[in-house]
DNA sequence: TGACTTACTGTATATAAATACAGTACCCTC
DNA sequence: GAGGGTACTGTATTTATATACAGTAAGTCA
């Protein structure tokens, strides 16, 4: 089963509300709805988004203006794909109404700051399940709470290592014991924090 | 070339609305924007909205919630976060020519076919690289060669594991030892296989 | 016949959200 | 060292818009 049945008039307000957001770029106010359609109350609109939630073609946040969301086949993956919640058993296929949330690589989801990414060379994270070739997500900024993966620049190169309090001093240390161990300051040449390890991404070959 | 150069900040939330839009179907309200990038006034963002209309990004409607209109050719890389390619040594800011790529999760990086996240529980894929809460990004495939991870619905769990080839005997394999193998074929309830696993997302806390 | 759903009109109220004005701080550059 | 642009905080006001309640009318199901 997919989404159940619309009438002539759900139907023709889904194809308005669709056509609004691909022209707009934001979704009809409800009086900006009625217009379109010739009402001249707002009650009938609102039946109508009520069935076409209820049916599970669009998502409203109450009180919010503007706040219609279209669900459904035709939106494209265009940007974050869709998290699957629960996986019902026996599906076929997966359902839509599954899809709540969505994951995405940007200011939004990773919160203020300037980002990058960085590519990691070797295996002196593998402990922390950081791998030789996966992006680290870093946001910039020069200090960090002991405990964070930072990435530091050593001389030339860039590398990721956890922020360590020993006592009074603060070091960068590998995940991996064969390596050695950094003091933060009194060190040649000195590392300097680059920012902190906020994300991974891993591409499957 | 045709639009003006953005500062920082007026890209950010350029980024913000393109991903904001994508993931809702509506514009932000000035206060949403607000609330994300952690302004405790509404001026800020109105600023740059001027800013950006001003440099030809976005139209508003004046008075009208959330009419916010994305101009300018579609950017690909709206979401993307710059990948950092070599650190020069020394430097003090990361310099903008550095970024050379960006990192994003759309169709364009993943390729074709319909993708969906699944959040990872439980450790048995851990000597994979992959932990418990990791986001595994799947590929929607009923079918794949044998070794590659693959998501696979068992009953009602969905769960992460390697495809392997035994003699003639296709199997679910965990990374982890402790788990048993699961023959893919003859066994109560049969596996089905949902996609392939093509990438991997861990946000850090 | 009556209950139920769809499809609206009409009026009133509450509020989310845009706007406005005043001010601070930090660059630039001329 | 004055002037302009960027990047905000803080408070107050207005309004576009959502919601609520009370109806009417036609079709359908049992």
């Known amino acids: 089963m997919g989404l159940s049945a619309l009438t002539d008039r759900q139907q023709a307000l889904l194809d308005h ?3 609004f957001v691909a022209k707009q770029g934001y979704a009809p106010s409800l009086q900006e709805i009625a217009h379109a359609f010739g009402f001249s109350s707002l009650q009938g609109v ?9 049916k599970g073609y669009v998502r409203r946040r109450p009180g919010q203006r503007r706040a219609i969301t279209l669900m459904g086949p035709p939106r494209p993956f265009a940007n ?30 990773l919160g203020p700051g300037r980002h990058f990414a960085l590519q990691v060379k070797g295996d002196s994270m593998i402990h922390a399940g950081i791998h030789d070739g996966d992006y680290v997500i870093v946001r910039q900024q020069d200090t960090a709470e002991p405990g964070a993966i930072v990435v530091a620049l050593l001389g030339e190169d860039a590398t990721v290592k956890y922020l360590r ?8 240390e590998a995940a991996n014991p064969a390596y050695r161990p950094i003091p933060l300051h009194g060190h040649v040449p000195a590392p300097k924090i680059l920012g902190r390890v906020v994300g991974l991404y891993r591409a499957f070959r």
């Open 80 to 109: 974050g794909i869709p998290i699957l919640g629960r996986v019902p058993a026996g599906t076929p296929q997966l359902a839509l109404e599954q899809y709540d949330e969505r994951l995405t690589l940007d200011t939004a989801t």
């Open 165 to 172: 309090r020993r006592g009074r001093q603060v070091r960068l």
């Open 46 to 54: 609102k039946d109508h988004l009520k069935a076409l939630e209820r």
């Open 17 to 19: 509300l669709a056509s």
